[in-house]
Antibody
Framework: QVQLVQSGAEVKKPGASLKVSCKTS????????ISWVRQAPGQGLEWMGW????????KNAQKLQGRVTMTTDTSTSTAYMELRSLRSDDTAVYYC?????????????WGQGTLVTVSS | EVVLTQSPGSLSLSPGERATLSCRAS???????LAWYQQKPGQAPRLLIY???SRPTGIPDRFSGSGSGTDFTLTISRLEPADFAVYYC?????????FGQGTKVEVK
């Protein structure tokens, strides 16, 4: 069965960097895209960006330009999201999600989420 | 970007009742590119509907989606206890993809 398993919760100080992993299984990794979506406490869902494991194409949300990098490792079917210069308003649950190999797509499978707390 | 406005913000209903949730887009979205998700506390979202009215395998047929242009609807025909949750719509027709702010369906 399709699974996306994310790395564990993190506590970071303002200005630090964060890297979340998303290990996939149960499907051909390069056939689908991976998006990252975050959810601040008590808030809605915010799309952060997308990457194609097939060819490395990517798109990021404009508000995160310059702070976020998405990568994949096809040898381990794992996606990564790095966020730099963390601020308190980056505190959120971060999800990876599988979609079509397109920068815009519905998401049919989601990771369990990674809680990131940014606090001094 | 396309703004999605969901209404109502919350809905108080009893098990067995019908729930009708609305999602309005700030510009016309092809019905091929509208999805609905269910999210329960502490859990990831779950895809319920894609392409406005298609259900993925395993989603019960009490969930149905409809609409076109700027107005879309998710209907839950008879609420079951497991259906009390927050529901989000998403458009993926225009980059960047965007989500509505959610509708909470709670027990009356």
């Amino acid at each position: 069965q399709v699974q996306l398993v994310q790395s564990g919760a993190e506590v970071k100080k303002p200005g630090a960097s964060l890297k979340v992993s998303c290990k996939t299984s149960g499907y051909t990794f390069t056939t689908y895209g991976i998006s990252w979506v975050r959810q601040a406490p008590g808030q809605g869902l915010e799309w952060m960006g997308w990457i194609s494991p097939y060819n490395g194409n990517k798109k990021n949300a404009q508000k995160l330009q310059g702070r976020v990098t998405m990568t994949t490792d096809t040898s381990t079917s794992t996606a990564y999201m790095e966020l730099r210069s963390l601020r308190s308003d980056d505190t959120a649950v971060y999800y990876c999600a599988r979609g079509l190999d397109s920068s815009v797509s519905y998401k049919d499978y989601w990771g369990q989420g990674t809680l990131v707390t940014v606090s001094s | 970007e396309v703004v999605l406005t969901q209404s109502p913000g919350s809905l108080s209903l009893s098990p067995g009742e019908r729930a009708t949730l609305s999602c309005r887009a700030s510009q016309s979205v092809s019905s091929a590119y509208l999805a609905w998700y269910q999210q329960k506390p502490g859990q990831a979202p779950r895809l319920l509907i894609y392409a406005a009215s298609s259900r993925p395998t395993g989603i019960p047929d009490r969930f149905s989606g409809s609409g076109s242009g700027t107005d879309f609807t998710l209907t839950i025909s008879r609420l079951e206890p497991a259906d009390f949750a927050v529901y989000y719509c998403q458009q993926y027709g225009f980059p960047p993809e965007t989500f509505g702010q959610g509708t909470k369906v709670e027990v009356k």
